[in-house]
């Protein structure tokens, strides 16, 4: 199983509606996917003696990445970097089992000229540190506010062909290297 990582909980969050359409991909993919959006994070994870140990209402985000044959994290830039609470998140999981040889895939966004280029580069490092398997193909989504119509949706074809081409050739990293089959024949 697939896990997809909102990498924000800004509510109604430009993230939230890319990420709508990387559903879609993998569902047009029959892969199974499960959804990390990390505006559900429970509230007493932020609490400071969560350092020493986790609340019982994080085991379930905790789970979904120990469970996960590859993670497709999406993450907007704030401020020239990741959002804070994606790197709390990251934070909080176990060490190093979480990520030590888990697939990663990288989509970025931005309002910005540069589509979350600098978030991602940062999470490749800290991933790299963790050492996941990072997939190659990244993509990047500029000016987001000016892709997205009024419903939330991407209207550039070419965009939406790039987030198809990614998760297909992320499922095939994956398969390869763990040697499992995501693609189910519903």
């Known amino acids: 199983m697939m896990t997809l990582l909102i990498g924000t909980n800004r509510p109604d969050s430009n993230t939230r509606k890319v990420a709508r359409h990387v559903e879609e991909v993998y569902a047009g993919l029959k892969v199974p996917l499960r ?27 905790a789970d979904a990445i120990l469970q996960a044959d590859g993670v497709h994290v999406i993450s907007p830039e704030y401020n020239g970097g990741i959002p804070g609470v994606l790197k709390y998140f990251i934070d909080m999981l176990k ?7 888990r697939p990663i895939c990288f989509t970025g966004l931005a309002a910005g000229m540069w589509g979350g280029l600098r978030p991602i580069e940062q999470l490749q490092a800290i991933f ?36 198809q081409t990614q998760a297909a ?18």
């Open 35 to 61: 959804i990390l959006d990390l505006a559900q994070l429970p509230q007493e994870i932020f609490l400071p003696s969560s350092y020493a140990e986790k609340p019982k209402s994080f085991r379930p985000f």
């Open 95 to 101: 060490f190093p089992e979480s990520f030590i040889e």
């Open 169 to 186: 050739g992320f499922v095939g990293f994956v398969e390869k290297l763990k040697g499992v089959k995501l693609r189910s024949a519903r």
């Open 128 to 163: 790299g540190y963790r050492n996941a398997f990072i997939y190659p193909h990244r993509v990047f989504l500029p000016n987001i506010g000016d892709l997205l119509d009024d419903s939330g949706c991407l209207t550039d074809a070419e965009l939406l062909e790039r987030l």
